[in-house]
């Protein structure tokens, strides 16, 4: 009994401790945010109140959430609730949460107020086991190298390329299943289909090599180009089970565990597994893998750069022998481009995977969503077809 006692004390002095930080916190967070929205001119938000402190309650209902859709069942239906666009509520672990769909305002955190917004440091806490520091982890003046590194990669000469989206274009639908002699399907989920699609154009998109992971589901073998030669790895596959050699689950599974640390808010440490280490672990190497080779590569083309004869030496044939020329179209990938400006591994590998995170569900689910709304509309799905048949012909 003699020990009970100090340690409630500590125990009282501790909780003491935090309500006071947190008391403080609060405070100092609300005449900033005050400040600010005097210097803005901006109207009040409404308030969102929870039944308990520390929005408890909230916390709750986001952990135990159970629909199809976060934004529009849960995040929407407190705007629809409350008539605004911009609401005011308390978050667990800190004071306040402001939620807005109103565009001035996306327009000015995105556009042109960006100085005054960044992403904090729970950002990169939350995301960080798999992306590091990436363009969506990093703020101030790492956010400004990141953009730097990525910007010249949407050009429209290589976002318009659409030869390797032809190419995949053509494998998805010979994953789609024929149901009937003259060639059509039944009904068919597309979800998963535009998923592998956009897994696999993204990852030559980025790397130069595709991860193939719509030839893997129709074969129900794993793609070659999932597995990486652990000799070359710097370190060994071995350490995973069979499920997490997939690229394509261990992807789905690192998004989806991050997606509940984001959840979790200030406490997203407690959700942590080997399963979520092992899949980043996977991403890694394989990411690391094409980073050495394209390192590599830029170390040979240097080189030879290096051991070239002088610009004077004339080209063209000599002594019968023609001058081996550079290939005028070599194959683009994203990762190739930004070794023009940087040569740091890790920073190389955060900015692809920071990429092949924000390219392949968006974009997937954004078609899944376009087919969703012309099977509803067969009038428009008429006239596209029309204008599509029109300009390139019934055959592929």
Known sequence: MAYIAPVLLAAALALLAYMLTFIFQSYRSSLDFEAFARANNCQPPVLSRGYLPLGLDRFYKILTFKGTDFLEDFIFARFKSKGRWTVITP???????????????????????????GVGKRRYQQ?????????????????????????????????????VAEKHLQRLFEALPVTSDDGWTEG?????????????LATEWLFGTS???????????????????????????????????????????????????????????????RKFRSACSLLHTWADHFVREALKAKKANNNDDDQQKPAST????????????????????????????????????AQSLSLLLASRDTTSRLLSFVFLELSRHPEIYATFRSHVLATFGPDP
């Open 127 to 163: 995301f960080g086991p798999l992306l590091g520091y990436g363009i969506f982890t990093a703020d101030g003046p790492m956010w400004e190298h990141s953009r730097a590194i990525l910007r010249p990669q949407f050009s429209s000469k290589q976002v318009n390329d659409l030869q």
């Open 211 to 273: 991860i193939d992971s719509q030839l893997a589901a129709l074969a129900n073998v794993q793609s070659s180009n999932c597995s990486i030669d652990a000799n070359e790895a710097e370190r060994p596959l071995s350490h995973l089970g069979q499920l997490e050699r997939s690229f394509d689950s261990a992807f789905s599974t690192a998004q989806r565990t991050i997606a509940w640390r984001v959840r979790m808010q200030g406490l997203y440490w407690l959700i942590d597994s």
């Open 314 to 349: 004339p080209s063209g044939p000599l002594n019968g022998t023609a001058t081996p020329q550079a290939d005028a179209n070599p194959k683009y990938s994203v990762l190739a481009s930004m070794l023009t400006q940087t040569s740091d591994p890790i920073l190389l590998r």
């Open 91 to 117: 978050a667990f672990g800190r004071t306040f949460t402001v939620l807005t769909a109103e565009p001035r305002n996306i327009q000015a955190i995105l556009s042109t107020q960006f100085a005054d917004f």
């Open 188 to 200: 068919t989920d597309l979800a998963p289909l535009f998923l592998r699609f956009m897994l696999d």
